[in-house]
């Protein structure tokens, strides 16, 4: 009981200090779950506006997303060729492979595997990575990528990658009928359910990633 009203005492103390700028930060030592940094979102690319008919017009005072562009912008330049078979997103952090076709066509769960059991030497990579050090992206990972003011491949200008299609990537990302997972299509930058167990060896296409550095 005596160590349970210490802990509510750390608890309250930590409220009182924080009142005062409105940030709540609760204290690990009080059995508090960690708070998790909000996530900015990105500006979409798009700096281009239409009409209804697919005309380019002038943006200004549409209100259309070229107009607004909302969002945190990408940084210049959005990726880095790390030399080693790597790519990392100067935006998000993340590091990817430069090959976007090292493994070809593949249902979702070979998808899964293929992903987990990348290591070097594996396409082209030097980067002294192992096993379980790259998986198959989520949906809005991959989504990041994307850059709405392209196409074919909806990719920003000047990416250093490699063997990109305009074709859809499987996500690790499963939709709600849960027989389908989310892909995203390169070519168009939409997102889209795919069949898991539609083909087992056939499918959308690859591309791994690996965390924050």
Known sequence: MQKN?????????????????????PLASAGAREVKPKAPVSETGQTQCWDEGGLPISC????????????????????????????????????????????????????????????????????GSVTSDWRLPNVRELQSLIDFDRHLPALPTGHPFVGVLATRYWSSTTAASATEAWTIDLGTGGTFPFDKPSNPVLGPHVWPVRGRE
């Open 60 to 127: 200004m005072g549409t209100g259309q997303d070229g107009d607004i562009q909302a969002g945190v912008p990408f940084p210049s330049p959005r990726f880095t060729d790390n030399g080693n078979g790597t790519v990392r997103d100067n935006l998000t952090g993340l590091i990817w492979l430069k090959d976007a076709n090292c493994f070809g066509e593949q249902g979702w769960a070979n998808a899964l595997w293929a992903a987990q059991q990348l290591a070097v030497p594996q396409c082209d990579l030097t980067d």
């Open 5 to 25: 009203m210490r802990k509510l005492g750390a608890v309250l103390i930590a409220a009182v200090i924080t009142a005062g700028v409105g940030i709540w930060v």
